[in-house]
């Protein structure tokens, strides 16, 4: 069975400050940063995103290792677990 790195990700995000509802927005934001520089290191990714606006966010290792991994393939549509349930999100790593 092949894990679901979207979902991977996505639970990850919660444990480095990003409210799920949230998630979306800061996956477009890691977008436009790993397409300026794919070859980026953790510490530039963090500081980028505190640069945008999303103080108190601290992305892991693995997390910016997953989103570097799913980058090249367009994320499909991924799975959100919102207040009302769970709901599909257009959004995805590539900003589309």
Request: charged residues 15%; proline residues 5%; aromatic residues 6%.
């Amino acid at each position: 069975m092949t894990p679901n790195l979207h979902q991977l990700l996505l639970d990850r995000l919660p444990q480095q400050g990003v409210i799920t509802d949230d998630a979306p927005a800061l996956l477009r934001d890691l977008s436009k940063i790993l397409e300026s520089d794919i070859g980026i290191d953790l510490t530039t990714a963090n500081s980028k995103l505190q640069l945008l606006g999303w103080n108190g966010v601290k992305l892991a290792y693995q997390s910016l290792q997953l989103a570097l991994t799913l980058k090249p393939y367009s994320l499909m549509p991924i799975l959100v677990q919102a207040k009302e349930g769970l709901w599909l999100s257009r959004y995805s790593l590539s900003g589309t």
